[in-house]
């Protein structure tokens, strides 16, 4: 079995397993996977800083391609949220405390493409990354937190279970819009560290592997209430030793993402500094990328730009991808407080 093909059924498996899921959230965006990051693969380079769920897979096809189905495969997969935590507080959630935080925004992904050509063989990466989410004014969410603790209230006071039932039917919607809009609407600051690595398998044969590239970056990003936007910026330092000399990137880049319902827009220059041999070179990557939201677990992404020219001058790539990201899994359902 050569390693795309062991990589495809990893992802199967993974996707078979967790697929099915009970009195959970779904407000699911594309994820922000550093290990596809890293190898190039994603549409965009600066990924949003968002509380990730249990389980998203993303596939990727660059227009000039010539096999199908796309080469580019990621899975990224967020521990905490494979359990249920039933002591965990809407509160605690929303606003988390600075390790609440750095344990619910942990995701680990690990992502594949092609080799580079003129090579051939298989790129495989890992990578982690978590986030610290500054604390929120939530009074705007007011109305819908009320409104569940006046049901809860009720259930507590009744002893029928066929009413207790219907109360609760009657708050989960409710809960449901709560947090989808805690997780899309809510504003202010949020920071992203990540770390990825990646090795080339060179003819798809095991025994070839060998480490072509690592990397560790910050984003961070503020999000607007009015428009809907967010505005993030990136710093990132990437080893690449598939190359002789070796080549040391360092990116620094912006990007602003505007949401309009179900369509996302967006559009991010990195500027990157290429240092080999004890001299360095300027490039820049430019990319306008639209988001479009299928249905609740399903996001199609399209790319358009240039890449950095990472191999020599008037070399930068173009940047024509067109993704699927579908949402396997899903946050569970927090507590407001009360109930039983």
Known sequence: MNVRRFIALVLLCGASRLSAQVDTLRAFRAPASPAFVLIDAAPTAIARPSTPQRLVMSLVSALQDEDFPPKRY????????????????FEQYAAPAFWQSIIQTLSLSVATTNIPKPDTGTVLAF????????????????????????????????????????LRAEMRPVNLRLQ??????????????????AMDFQGDIASNGKVSRVGLWVTTGYRLSKPNADLL???RLTRDDRVAPRQDFLDLGGRLVLDKEDLTLSGEYVYRSITSAGSSRPSDRLTAAVEYRVSTDILL????????????PDTGPLIAQIGVDFGLGAIPLIRTGGGR
């Open 180 to 197: 989808r809009a805690l997780r899309t609407e809510r504003t202010g600051w949020t920071i992203e560290g990540a770390a990825a690595g």
């Open 233 to 235: 910026a990136v710093v």
């Open 301 to 312: 992404t399209a790319a358009l730009g240039r890449g950095a020219d990472e191999r020599g």
């Open 74 to 89: 990621a899975l990224e997969i967020a521990p905490y949220w494979l359990t249920r935590h039933r002591t965990l507080t």
């Open 127 to 166: 990578g982690v990354r978590t986030a610290y989410v500054s604390s929120r004014d939530l009074s705007w969410l007011r109305p819908l937190r009320d409104t569940i603790l006046q049901i809860q209230r009720k259930i507590l006071e009744t002893d029928d279970q066929a009413i207790e039932d219907s």
